[in-house]
DNA sequence: ATGAAAGCGCTAACAA
DNA sequence: TTGTTAGCGCTTTCAT
């Protein structure tokens, strides 16, 4: 941090006046000088710049602000992660979206709301222009808000596809689920297994059919037969444990060896199952999860998943909406981005 | 959400002047209205209140905040979790502080800053005057945010007590450590464990040696040597893995069957070792570890973990922080919260 | 109990 | 290139 001013101690705060009188100019020339210094001579820029440095001045937000409405805060609403699962995207998403904004002088603002009611203080932050934009995060099938916020002429991007509505024309950013589930599954034939079963949520998530999707596609492409090897559980570690055994329990042609998951909580879960069977992850078995969570990297003996690139989702999603805010334009609605497989020991044959 | 008003289409906001003009009163009895209510006649305020619900009104905040120099907002600076351990925290702390800050109108402002200068980005915040007050929370020894703070006169409270100076005097909250490792370890005592390791961090990490405080202060209150049962490895897996393999290589009088751990990636090192050295969590050793991380909650069998209390920890930092802004005479200025033991498999002997 | 005036700190528009 | 004027929407002070 630069240190060049007094004000260690609180003091009054110094205002466009103070430093104008301080540089023995008017405001409005200390004004363009932080907002237009292409205007000033050069010698009298210095100078402000000079006197601003020297007191330490930094514009007033609010009275910024209120003239040019524009608050330079990015609203998010912030859910609680479900507890007892592995997804700890959020803290990953948060932190780029914080890291990307700030780059062009913009912060988050936070906010929550009752998980009943997903309209719940936007409408309210809007009124009182306390944000410039919105993003979203949860816009599964049939949450409201994307339309909501349309309707009130709001800026905001999406994270996450409007799925109910292919034509939506608001601006989106997502990672593409398919893509990710055909990486995994493609790596589970790469790696020999012979029969490879889709462990996935109920059929109405979109996300989770997205995702599986990949693995239908990878297995038909392969010429290979899906009959009996998707499976529907909820997410938690239990469930699919008990999924897990009742399809090792199957005995066909060949074993089902192959295990591509929808999250990591379900990965989890078939390695618990693999251990109570002796089974060795990697070696007997293979295992791909979903998400790159905490979990899926401390587990013994790690595992494979399918990484979203949220670093760079916060990119596009800042960048979308810059040029939301500036009214350009939008020649693409949506952005789809594409996953990664962080390899681990849960996968490898060796 | 209420959606008495019709402003379902952009249209132009509405203003103080805009709910007079419509109300037939002043602007001063609006804002009268909103501010202080019991100033107005009964039927007048009845008749203020219809306009702002129909017209949907909210107050512009950078006006009120230009007027009031009050923005109802806090800054939290937000580092990134390191990957590959298993702390989880912030994601929860930070849920329980937008919950418990909205209660009182107020919103979280994150903002990030370079790692290597723990400093950025709250100057100019404070300048700006675009936050009321600071919630710190990593004040582990030797960071310099608090006294910077101190000496700029600005509102805060720390997550954390001042390790450096007892005697500092600022606000904090903090979740007694050696509480915890006392809970893990008494926890152990009890299942029967004859011998209870400490596996924890470098000398250097006060909360470390805070968390140790506790094993040490059990084990010597149960009348038990402490001796080459304390290691300190740095907070991965692998590294834990390996300390409790030489710890379990020990064969003393007693083998060494607890294992109270300074964090569940700790924790989870150690069931690692066990699974590789075919050593049942809970019936052959007991394991307990720090945080209650998803991973804790995920990993077979279940990794027995201190919690710490963090919608607590919100709760009472918010309380404090609306004194410190208030100029209220503080009476305390730490308040220590008491974490609890969430007992699971890997510690029940059964 | 209500209204009028002033001004928070800034920038857009215009004048010099 | 620089200065002047006005006003963003609100609340504080004072008058009625």
Redesign the interface.
Request: charged share 20%; aromatic share 6%.
């Given at each position: 941090?630069t240190e060049t001013h007094d004000?260690?101690?609180?003091g009054p705060?110094p205002t466009l006046a103070t430093v104008a009188g301080e540089a023995g100019v008017s405001r409005q020339t200390v004004s363009n000088a932080l907002n237009n210094p292409e205007l000033l001579k050069a010698d009298t820029l210095e100078r402000v710049q000079a006197v601003i440095d020297k007191l330490?001045?930094?514009?007033?937000?609010?009275?910024r602000?209120?003239r040019t409405r524009s608050?330079h805060?990015i609203g998010l609403r912030?859910?609680?992660?479900e507890?007892?699962?592995?997804n700890?995207l959020?803290?990953?998403f948060?932190?780029s979206l914080?890291?990307t904004t700030?780059r062009t002088g913009h912060?988050?603002?936070?906010?929550?709301g009752d998980p009943s009611?997903p309209?719940?203080g936007y409408?309210?932050l809007l009124?009182?222009?306390?944000v410039d934009a919105f993003v979203v995060t949860d816009t599964y099938a049939g949450t409201p808000q994307a339309g909501f916020l349309q309707?009130?002429?709001?800026p905001f991007v999406t994270f996450g596809r409007p799925w109910d509505d292919p034509a939506a024309d608001h601006a989106w950013v997502d990672v593409d689920g398919a893509a990710g589930g055909r990486l995994a599954t493609e790596h589970l034939i790469e790696q020999g297994h012979e029969r490879i079963a889709w462990l996935g949520w109920e059929k109405s998530s979109r996300i989770g059919e997205d995702r599986r999707s990949g693995w239908t596609g990878a297995l038909h492409d392969a010429n290979r037969d899906t009959f009996g090897l998707g499976v529907r559980i909820t997410d938690n570690?239990d469930a699919a444990r008990m999924a897990a055994h009742s399809l090792l329990d199957d005995t066909g042609p060949h074993r089902i060896t192959g295990f591509a998951c929808a999250s990591d909580?379900i990965g989890?879960g078939v390695?618990?199952a693999c251990?109570e069977r002796g089974l060795r992850p990697g070696a007997d078995v293979g295992v791909v999860g979903f998400d790159d969570?905490?979990?899926a990297?401390?587990?013994?003996p790690g595992l494979t998943s399918v990484r979203q690139p949220l670093e760079q989702v916060a990119v596009e999603l800042v960048a979308i909406l810059h040029q939301v805010l500036s009214h350009k334009p939008i020649e693409d609605h949506g952005k789809m981005l594409t996953p990664s497989l962080v390899v681990r020991r849960s996968s490898m044959r060796q």
């Open positions: 941090m004000r260690q101690a609180g705060v330490g001045y930094t514009p007033n937000r609010a009275a602000q209120l608050s805060l912030f859910e609680q992660a507890e007892g699962t592995s700890a959020m803290d990953r948060l932190h914080v890291e700030a912060h988050v603002l936070l906010f929550s009611d309209l719940e409408d309210e009124r009182s222009t306390a309707r009130r002429g709001a570690v909580t989890i390695l618990h251990a969570s905490l979990g990297q401390v587990i013994w």
